[in-house]
């Protein structure tokens, strides 16, 4: 069965940098794409960023150039380097891990999730 647990989240003022982490367990997930998703008050869960087994990265439009996802495979560790956060930025932060190499937008493709990390960017 595979865990995965966020960290990093808190509360920011618009313009700070915030780094997610989001530790595996209990089966490599190198082989697999893992995402980033998030959640804010009163909305629908939406794709951020998602990473492919051989490093390809897709983002949101929302975030484009703001936002860089990358993986350590050898430590089971995916990261989410948040840069020039905005307040509509903020929202839960759901770390997930696919069954397939392949990038996928939709939240379907993925099997394995952790319980979120709260983002606060205050304007």
């Known amino acids: 069965q595979v865990q995965l647990v966020e960290s990093g989240g808190g509360l920011v003022q618009a313009g700070d940098s915030l780094r997610l982490s989001c530790a595996a367990s209990g089966r490599t997930l190198s082989f697999y794409a893992m995402g980033w998703f998030r959640q804010a008050p009163g909305k629908e869960r939406e794709f951020v960023a998602t990473?492919?087994?051989?490093?390809?990265?897709y983002y949101a439009d929302s975030v484009k150039g703001r936002f860089t996802i990358s993986r350590d495979n050898a430590n089971y560790m995916m990261y989410l380097q948040m840069n020039s956060l905005k307040p509509e930025d903020t929202a839960v932060y759901y770390c997930a891990g696919s069954r397939a190499g392949s990038a996928s937008y939709y939240q379907n493709s993925y099997a394995y999730w952790g319980q979120g990390t709260q983002v606060t960017v205050s304007s």
């Open positions: 990473i492919t087994s051989t490093g390809s990265t």
